[in-house]
T-cell receptor
């Protein structure tokens, strides 16, 4: 089952611009994570935000979480061509380790 | 280096010929899982394992088997592959206390 819906599905920006991706989910969560996937490669963990947190930063990444709206956003500031990839949100709702992924946002950063 | 290793990376096989995709992790993670990724469908969980000898079905288990005889290994078995199992497969591992998951590099399987 797919819990998350991501918006937009695709995003194209110029290098140096900011990129914002949104994720909505349906059930209560323990945490929400963002992953990056370069074309056809494995997913790489970017950042985790717990359900009792509202905002988190890691380098050029900023994640927000609004549990009342069941939504999260990922902001990549000062984007680079190397940021071109697909970005997925994933929610964890139990202590089993299971993640439920959104459909992903494909980001293209033009040099 | 902490990693999840899948093999093979690419595989082309014929319908009905049994195959195994191996997955190994070196982080002593209890939780391991298999996902398949298909265009327009995202990542869907096939099977997962909470620990040695403990496995359970995910969202799309039909046509797959798994085993967890050792903590580090979690092979995915297709007893009789069919063309609808053509997909990109990922193995992942984590600690089950809400932390990040580590993914393998993926296995692109084509069944003809």
């Amino acid at each position: 089952s797919q819990q998350g819906e991501e918006d937009p599905q695709a995003l194209s920006i110029q290098e140096g611009e900011n990129a914002t991706m949104n994720c909505s989910y349906k059930t209560s969560i323990n945490n929400l994570q963002w992953y990056r996937q370069n074309s056809g490669r494995g997913l790489v963990h970017l950042i985790l935000i717990r359900s009792n947190e509202r905002e988190k930063h890691s380098g050029r990444l900023r994640v927000t979480l609004d549990t009342s709206k069941k939504s999260s956003s990922l902001l990549i500031t000062a984007s680079r061509a190397a940021d071109t990839a697909s970005y997925f949100c994933a929610t964890s709702s139990s202590n089993t380790g299971k993640l439920i992924f959104g459909q992903g946002t494909t980001l293209q950063v033009k040099p | 280096e902490a990693q999840v290793t899948q093999n093979p990376r690419y595989l082309i096989t014929v319908t009905g010929k049994k195959l195994t995709v191996t997955c190994s992790q070196n982080m002593n993670h209890e939780y391991m899982s298999w996902y398949r990724q298909d265009p327009g469908l995202g990542l869907r969980q096939i099977y997962y394992s909470m620990n040695v000898e403990v496995t359970d079905k995910g969202d799309v288990p039909e046509g797959y088997k798994v085993s967890r005889k050792e903590k580090r290994n979690f092979p995915l078995i297709l007893e009789s592959p069919s063309p609808n199992q053509t997909s990109l497969y990922f193995c992942a591992s984590s600690f089950p206390d809400r932390r990040e998951a580590f993914f393998g590099q993926g296995t692109r399987l084509t069944v003809v």
